[in-house]
């Protein structure tokens, strides 16, 4: 048995070390470690209560109005606001414009690098003088020996695209790409001031009444965005998954857990009942038995966290985030969420299983395609393209509010914090399912907590010692070379990793990796 | 291959070039003269400089908003303007193929940039690679000839981790207490500002040193003037005219300082030059400014929503947000007394902030 360590683990948001034991030529155990730890919701008790939207958005710069979005959404419940239509509307407007950031830029930029043997470029021998372009670009990187930062790399193996027309056209489209995300955040500091960290989502609502001559900027700009979506975005994301990386995408290499779970995001109407994400939860990979989600089924296991036992128990509402560096037998600081006692896979898999659309589910079965690391890329793509189209609708939808005398954005017969309050902000954001939970005593905070999609897929065991889905979906993956671990990167890669939003991480000892085996 | 040439082949065009040159040195205040020889230095760097990117206790949101920027492109930022040796967020390797491309980028001249805080209490805190952050930290720096802190977490006073119990310290500080000379730059606020960074890689590059900076080392071309002098709002706080109500439209550009503006503490060019492209900025979208370019953000600026109890302008003494007086909706002037409040409060502040420099 030899013990593999990736330390740093790069392209993803935030630090993360991973640890396996491969036997055979497979992974036979598997630990995730986050290595950072800020104490942002510690910090927040005892503040005004309103700084919190300000405050946890600044817990995620890639998922930008994620944080900011969902402790509105707490506040407002704890505060007992009512978001009006309009501040309803912009709020998911500044937040739907994040998710077609983040995917492409999680599929082109974060992940691509690990399926292109890149170097194949310089092989392509086509006429397309747009290919040719990018060909010209790479070649003349390579001449003049400096190919930072797409090199060093791990090796390409047997799953990796060489065809040169092929990896020559993704080598355009990483460009593109970069392009399209900055555009994305644009559209999205329309409303929201600015992106990354946007001001915008306040308790109540939001800050920015719109003109029209914003609305239709934003619009014209969408239209971009679906352009590349439904032609390059999915489409690339359908040629790799249905053609050189189909062995892989049928063996479901990294499925992980077989439970899954949505809370339900982007409300259409102000009772919170048509959402766009629908919400349920999926036991055992039975999808023809989706139930509903029961937040006081939600807790957090600490046994293997550098944490102290809760005393005020493990919900949310009441739990502590004490640190304890000395803990004997923890590895993490990401505590252990679990939902019924399961882990639990978030995230677009989850969502769209849960929402079954039929063009995905086609896809799923015409290709034979399993719960995996492809898997994952194919749902974030395909929800991408229904979220952008159903975008249209939104604004359609803010026009004809705007076009009402009555008109408003923000309750601000609530912006004042009560005496006492609580409430739970449980939506749906790029990398999965999101709860803030605040409690409210003497007009302060009392206690926050954020128990995040990142947490959720790469808890450490809890306290049964099942392992979190991460740790299960490393499980069985083929490392035929111990020196080109690149399956490992590739399936920790796809559930889109955030560890700086699973803020309760901590690394707890030192270099010495023998040491991480004692007690386990 | 002379340096435009090789400029050329990474697909800058000599026109986009030039017109990136003649903002930036529009940007920092430099005569039009300046161009051409900008634009020269600028050939003869591009060599393009190693970069060393590290990442401490951050949420890579600095990161984000530098390939937010639209011209130039993020594709040309970093695959034309910069070798970006090592940047977790977007470099090909990982583990030990990472730590490979580190250890080759620390023997050269490399600008080093830090995104997010370093924990000075407890280097558990944040790990790279098993290696406590801090270290990593002190080793790049001494090596490096120069350093450049983006976003608030890497500037002095360490923005919302320096509110927090891990003793999280931006680089200044722990360059202080190591006794490291590197020359620093700070780009304070959350997250730096694109234009921030790319004027000041510009002005580095054709310089070939640090640019006038003030007392919490960010250069004064971006950080000079304070952001209530330049507020487009800035008549409706002399006018006495307050936003109570965001759906309002009568209110919708009134002054937002009862909803807790920092602006009239802040150091900061967001009036002037907007973010995303020049799109927006927190006050244009009703949304008061929280001081995030100032070393007292976040600690000293909470509560960040409410009205200033006493605001402390120097050179006047406090002024209570009270004396301001209630907001009657529409143009209802509370009261010339504010009028001349404020005027001699900013001329007093012009004076005090150059005095400061």
């Not at chain 1, 974030?380 to 159903?390: F, G, I, Q, S």
């Not at chain 1, 990796?513 to 007690?519: L, N, P, R, S, T």
């Not at chain 2, 927006?280 to 008061?288: D, E, L, M, R, Y």
């Not at chain 2, 200033?308 to 406090?318: T, V």
Request: hydrophobic share 40%.
């Amino acid at each position: 048995m030899t013990k593999i360590v990736i330390d740093p683990l790069t392209r993803i948001e935030g630090h993360l070390r991973i640890e396996v034991e491969v036997e055979n030529g497979k992974v036979v155990d598997a630990h995730v470690i986050g290595t950072m730890y800020r104490g942002i919701e510690a910090m927040l008790r005892g503040r005004d209560p309103r700084d919190a939207t300000y405050v946890t958005e600044r817990v995620c710069g890639v998922c930008a109005g994620s944080h900011g979005w969902a402790s509105s959404m707490a506040l407002d419940k704890a505060f007992g606001a009512s978001v009006p239509a309009g501040g309803r509307i912009i709020r998911n407007l500044i937040i739907g414009a994040m998710f077609l950031h983040d995917h492409p830029l999680h599929f082109y930029h974060l992940s691509a690098l690990d399926y292109l043997d890149i170097m194949a470029v310089a092989q392509y021998q086509g006429k397309d003088p747009g290919l040719l372009a990018v060909k010209e670009k790479v070649v003349k990187l390579v001449a003049a020996g400096d190919t930072a930062p797409l090199t060093p790399r791990y090796k390409p193996d047997e799953f990796s695209v060489t065809d040169p027309e092929l990896v020559t056209m993704a080598v355009g489209h990483y460009l593109k790409a970069l392009e399209m995300q900055a555009k994305a955040k644009k559209m999205s500091a329309l409303f929201a001031g600015k992106q990354p960290h946007q001001s915008s989502i306040v308790v109540g609502g939001v800050t920015m009444l719109p003109n029209i001559e914003v609305v239709e900027h934003f619009r014209s700009m969408l239209l971009e965005q679906l352009d590349f979506i439904e032609k390059t975005y999915l489409q690339d994301v359908l040629t790799f998954g249905t053609g050189p990386l189909l062995p892989l995408a049928q063996t479901g290499v990294g499925g992980g857990s077989p439970h899954y779970m949505s809370y339900g995001g982007f409300a259409r109407d102000n009772a919170g009942k048509d959402l766009f994400f629908k919400s349920g939860l999926i036991a055992d990979g039975n999808l023809s038995n989706i139930v509903a989600i029961d937040e006081k089924k939600i807790t957090e296991d600490v046994q293997y966290s550098w944490y102290k036992a809760s005393a005020n128990g493990k919900t949310p509402y009441t739990e502590d985030t004490i640190p304890d560096l000395a803990k004997q037998g923890a590895y993490t600081f990401v505590k252990a969420p679990r939902y019924d006692g399961k882990p639990i896979e978030v995230g677009p898999l989850a969502r769209m299983l849960i929402m079954q659309p039929k063009g995905f589910m086609d896809i799923i079965a015409k290709y034979n395609i399993k719960p995996g690391a492809v898997a994952r890329h194919a749902a974030r793509a395909y929800e991408t393209l229904l979220l952008v189209k159903d975008m249209f609708t939104w604004l359609d939808a803010l026009e004809k509010e705007m076009g009402s005398k009555d008109f408003r954005i923000h309750d601000t017969d609530h912006w004042e914090a009560p005496a006492t309050g609580q409430g739970a902000g449980m939506t749906e954001v790029p990398r999965g399912a999101l709860g803030h939970f605040i409690k409210v005593a003497g007009h302060k905070i009392e206690n926050y907590q954020m128990v995040v999609p990142t947490t959720w897929n790469f808890s450490p065991r809890d306290d049964l010692g099942v392992r979190g889905p991460v740790e299960q979906a490393l499980i069985g993956v083929p490392v035929p070379d111990l020196e080109n671990p690149i399956n490992i990167v590739r399936v920790v890669r796809s559930y889109d990793p955030c560890l700086a939003c699973a803020i309760h991480l901590i690394n707890p000892v030192t270099n010495d990796v023998q040491k991480f085996q004692i007690g386990w | 291959m002379g340096n435009f040439d090789l400029l050329k082949v990474k697909g800058v065009s000599r026109r986009d070039f030039m017109k990136l040159i003649a903002a930036t040195t529009a940007a920092l205040g430099l005569p039009e003269l300046f161009v051409p020889q900008a634009a020269n230095a600028l050939e003869q760097a591009l060599k393009k400089p190693p970069v060393i990117w590290l990442e401490g206790m951050d949420c890579t949101g600095c990161t984000e908003s530098a390939i937010a920027t639209l011209n130039p492109s993020p594709a040309e930022l970093i695959l034309d303007m910069l070798s970006i040796r090592y940047h977790e967020t977007i470099m090909a390797g990982s583990g030990n193929k990472s730590e490979e491309a580190y250890q080759e980028a620390l023997k050269e001249k490399y600008i080093l940039i830090v995104e997010g805080a370093i924990p000075s209490k407890e280097d558990r805190f944040c790990m790279v690679g098993g290696k406590p952050f801090r270290k990593i930290l002190i080793e790049a720096a001494q090596k490096a000839q120069a350093i450049i802190a983006i976003g608030s977490c890497a500037s002095e006073g360490a923005g919302i981790p320096g509110a927090c119990a891990t003793g999280a310290v931006g680089v200044g500080e722990i360059l202080k207490a190591e006794g490291i000379s590197t020359p620093l730059i700070n780009l304070p606020c959350c997250p730096v500002k694109p234009t921030t960074l790319i004027g000041t890689l510009l002005y580095y590059l054709t310089y070939q040193k640090v640019p006038a900076l003030d007392s919490q080392k960010r250069p004064v071309a971006f950080y000079g003037t304070l952001l209530h002098d330049n507020c487009p709002r800035r008549g409706h706080f002399e006018h006495g005219e307050f936003l109570k109500d965001w759906n309002d439209p009568i209110q919708k550009q009134y002054c937002l300082l009862l909803k807790g503006c920092k602006g009239p503490k802040t150091y900061t060019d967001c009036a002037q030059v907007w973010w995303n492209d020049n799109t927006n900025f927190c006050i244009n979208a009703g949304s008061p400014c929280s001081g995030c370019s100032e070393k007292s953000f976040y600690k000293e600026f909470s509560p960040l929503y409410a009205k200033q109890e006493n605001f402390d302008i120097p050179g006047l003494g406090p002024i209570n947000a009270d004396t301001v007086g209630p907001v009657i909706g529409g143009a209802a002037a509370v009261g010339l007394g504010i009028h001349l409040v404020a005027t001699v409060a900013s001329g007093r502040l012009k004076k005090d902030h150059k005095e400061g420099l």
